[in-house]
């Protein structure tokens, strides 16, 4: 089982649809984060968050430590959200910090 | 600040002959991260370095792959005698604090080993 897990794996929306994914992990961390990878392109770091929620734009994140889970939400969606969103979790250790990945969701917004 | 720069974006090489990969992290931040993106697979952590330091090379593979961030210059990532399983986007992350504040991604390599 990977220590990281995410769902659906590929998600097709309407533009304009409210989006959920989902993220599992099942270690003790740090923290969390949401990543987004257009085709081809590179990585940009939505959110970092160890407890709670944040909003940046129509992009929501959400933990909940307990149940070891998070969620990103977009809402009113647009073609232009379609890339591949990771979800990692990192462990600090004082000395020693790097980032454990999920295989990431392929979203495609339709316009 | 121009952010992490990773150069070049796309290589090719032959079976059998060197990569180098060059990563340049953000200004201010001593903290390098290597990762690899294998097709159809999710990032893998490879090695945590500092400045002149490996801190951390458990994703390294035991042979081949070496990596270094010296004290002034770029961090380098170098694979020997490339075989066509190294073909992979290689991603660079920096952050100023061992990630308590986060990572700085690079646009990544795209190496091809023909």
């Known amino acids: 089982k990977n220590e990281v897990e995410q769902s659906p794996q590929n998600l097709t929306a309407q533009e304009g649809e409210f989006i959920t994914i989902n993220c599992s992990y099942s270690?003790?961390?740090?923290?969390l984060h949401w990543l987004q990878q257009h085709p081809g392109g590179g990585i940009v770091s939505l959110f970092m968050?160890?407890?709670g929620k944040k909003k940046h734009g129509r992009l929501i994140a959400t933990i909940n430590i307990q149940e070891k889970h998070s969620s990103l939400h977009i809402t009113a969606s647009h073609p232009r959200d379609s890339a591949v969103y990771i979800c990692?979790?990192?462990?600090?250790?004082?000395?020693?910090?790097?980032?454990?990945f999920g295989k990431g969701i392929t979203l495609s917004v339709r316009p | 600040n121009a952010g992490v720069m990773q150069n070049p974006r796309h290589l090719v090489r032959r079976r059998g002959q060197e990569a180098r990969l060059r990563c340049s992290p953000m200004?201010?931040?001593?903290?390098v991260y290597w990762y690899r993106q294998l097709p159809e697979e999710g990032l893998k952590f490879m090695v945590y370095?500092?400045?002149?330091?490996?801190?951390?090379e458990s994703g390294m593979p035991k042979e081949r792959f070496s990596a270094e961030f010296p004290k002034e210059g770029p961090s380098i990532l170098r694979i020997q005698q490339v075989v066509r399983g190294d073909s992979a986007a290689y991603f660079c992350?920096?952050?100023?604090?061992?990630?308590?504040?986060?990572?700085?991604f690079g646009s990544g390599t795209r190496l091809t080993v023909v």
């Open positions: 200004k201010g931040h001593s903290h």
């Open positions: 270690v003790g961390i740090s923290a």
């Open positions: 992350a920096s952050s100023p604090v061992a990630g308590i504040y986060g990572y700085t």
């Open positions: 370095l500092q400045k002149e330091n490996i801190i951390d």
């Open positions: 968050l160890s407890s």
């Open positions: 990692a979790v990192s462990v600090y250790t004082g000395a020693n910090s790097k980032l454990t």
